[in-house]
């Protein structure tokens, strides 16, 4: 070994190695600098990395072969070399690139992913690819509450969501969806790495303190990409004028982000003073509300009711009685006087705002789930036409689509909402659904791990995990899926799981089973009469299913005569002579010339 380094230092390869560090060291430290400023992506520092540190061992390797040594030095060494020593040179060669793939891994070169883009909240899947956020798209993040006082969260939340709605109406700009940006309330997260996962250009941030009759908001408008401000002022007025401060903070941040970055925007009209307890007891009803649970409809209903009754011109409290009506409807109480309740809160609000898209959309909701097909198709037009890229107006129109018969347009508005809200469980979830009914599993499967990471274990996007697994035969991840479903209390679902298991491994007879299993559990939380029918016409037991699909039309189902146009529909259904009864019916043709009317608009386009 004492030959080795004589040798070593004849070829003067000590020398090398040092020279060799220092110039890769002084290069990399340069790279660092230079590379930022001129914008280069963060992988060409890693390759550069990367490159000194496979590039020591060759460049040692290279001096050994070509420098010229000593007067007898080379015939010495190779005949006193032993294997013992070629073992060693070898163990350190070896060493040096293991140090060195450790180093770059930790850099996260190796990490295909290591730009989640979603950051602290979730590691979900990404939904949508990696792409340049529009020119004027931005995302409020909640204001922080200066009021000294935690109960007060709700207005500055409040105030945040208000400007972010106020926003969103603007067609010229794309705004990321609360459910989103309220992801990262209380996260200290860099300003950056936010636009980067909600595909934003611009971030809003501020505060909110509010003292009786007096409110100080501040706000500041920051260009993601250098965080640089854009546009920054402090507002003190009477709590009475928030609604048009709100309109003013809206109009400079349209302003500063059209015209820094191209366009124009019109003034919007002033809009008169509001009762301040009044609006604070609208925030309040706004806050529970999304709870979404009986408790908080309840008492958002109460809240919402006296101030529609102090404020009868405050479109957007109308609005929000009339979309938490429709939530009740929805999950929990099909009574007739809460259908007219919430169409006259909602026309109310549209009479007095007629651009209210969060009232739009819920009209159209419950046109939609009244079998009012002709009133449906203008709420829908009107969306489309006030403002095509808000959520209220995607989410409405997704489940119009839904269930008219067109799962491709019903997924295509789905994923547009998701890049607006990409931390959105339930517009995941939905997406699962719709490429399921597609027999798209791969992507079902995809949106349903992505709504996962958000909320881990729900029953729903499990089981829509499960039939996606058994429609790509991993029969095995669905059987787990099914016990984990049945683990956890949700036996209906489990069911309907292990009958797509059974229908992927030629079971007929154990997909009859599972199928009558749903159906001594109905009703459960899941499935409606149109799926037990449809289970059953899977397992080809027609008149099973027949007798639960009328079922459905004595309950109005919405999502009963899509059937006919969904993929995974055995056509022997659609053939047979008690489907066609059914749709003879005028419930069904009218539908059926909804359904043509849309289908004729979607050519044209």
């Known amino acids: 070994m004492q030959r080795v380094l004589k040798a070593i230092q004849e070829r003067k ?29 963060a992988w060409v520092m890693k390759v550069m990395i990367m490159a000194a540190l496979a590039g020591f061992p060759l460049v040692l390797w290279i001096t050994w072969h070509v420098a010229a040594p000593a007067h007898g030095m080379a015939d010495e060494v190779s005949a006193s070399l032993r294997r013992t020593d070629m073992a060693l040179l070898g163990f350190l060669a070896v060493l040096i690139l293991l140090v060195g793939g450790q180093f770059a891994y930790q850099l996260g070169a190796f990490h295909p ?27 409020v993040l909640p204001f922080l509450n200066l009021s000294g006082d935690p109960k007060k969260e709700f207005f500055s939340d409040g105030i945040s969501e208000e400007l972010l709605n106020d926003l969103a109406n603007t067609p010229k700009l794309r705004v990321a969806a609360r459910t989103s940006c309220f992801a990262f309330k209380g996260r200290n997260e860099d300003i950056r790495k936010i636009a980067q996962a909600l595909n934003v250009r611009a971030i809003l941030e501020g505060s909110v303190r509010e003292d009786g009759q007096h409110i100080r908001i501040t706000a500041q408008l920051i260009n993601a990409s250098d965080g640089y401000h854009l546009w920054s002022k402090t507002y003190d007025r009477d709590l009475s004028n928030i609604l048009q401060v709100q309109d003013e903070i809206a109009q400079a941040i349209t302003v500063a982000l059209t015209h820094t970055l191209g366009g124009g925007v019109a003034t919007p009209p002033k809009r008169p003073a509001i009762d301040p307890d009044a609006y604070r007891d609208y925030l309040k009803a706004q806050a529970l509300s999304a709870l979404k649970t009986d408790g908080g409809d309840a008492q958002a209903v109460s809240l919402l009711k006296t101030v529609t009754a102090r404020e ?94 067109f799962p491709e347009q019903q997924s295509a508005a789905l994923q547009e909402v998701i890049r607006l809200d990409p931390l959105s469980f339930v517009d995941l979830n939905n997406l699962a659904s719709a490429y399921l009914d597609q027999q798209r599993y791969p992507e079902a499967a995809t949106a ?8 881990p274990n729900r029953p729903l996007t499990l089981y829509s995990l499960c039939w996606a697994s058994a429609g790509m035969r991993d029969i095995e991840k669905a059987r787990l899926l099914s016990r984990k479903l049945s683990s956890i209390g949700n036996s209906d679902a489990s069911f309907a799981c292990s009958l797509r298991i059974a229908l992927a491994a030629g079971d007929l007879s154990g997909a009859r089973k ?92």
Do not use: C
């Open 514 to 605: 599972a199928a009558d299993e749903v159906a001594q559990h109905f009703p459960g939380f899941f499935f409606g009469e149109t799926d037990v029918g449809y289970f059953y016409a899977l397992t080809n037991n027609y008149s099973a299913a027949l007798r639960w699909l009328q079922r459905a039309y004595s309950h109005r189902d919405t999502t009963l005569f899509s059937l006919a146009y969904s993929p995974t529909t055995p056509p022997k259904l659609i053939q047979n002579f008690g489907w066609k009864s059914l749709m003879a019916k005028p419930e069904a043709r009218a539908w059926q010339r909804a359904h043509d009317r849309v289908a004729a608009t979607l050519a044209r386009n």
């Open 13 to 41: 390869i000590d020398r090398v190695a040092a020279a060799y560090g220092v110039a890769a060291w002084l290069l990399v430290q340069a790279a660092s600098i230079g590379l930022p400023t001129f914008g280069a992506p």
């Open 448 to 455: 349903a791990s992505a709504a996962l990471a958000l909320k």
């Open 113 to 139: 992913k290591n730009q989640s883009n979603v950051i602290g909240a979730s590691r979900a899947p990404v939904m949508q690819a990696s792409v340049k956020p529009p020119a004027t798209s931005i995302a």
């Open 312 to 405: 009868p011109s405050f479109a957007p409290a109308f609005a929000g009685l009339g979309r938490t009506y429709v939530h009740m409807i929805n999950f929990h109480n099909r009574d007739p006087d809460l259908r007219a309740a919430a169409k006259a809160a909602l026309d109310e609000a549209l009479a007095i705002d007629p651009r209210n898209l969060e009232a739009l959309s819920s009209r159209l909701y419950l046109y939609t789930l009244g079998w009012d097909w002709t009133h449906a198709a203008t709420d829908a037009a009107g969306l489309q036409r006030i403002n095509a890229h808000n959520v209220f107006t995607l989410r409405g129109l997704q489940f119009y689509y839904g269930t008219l018969g």
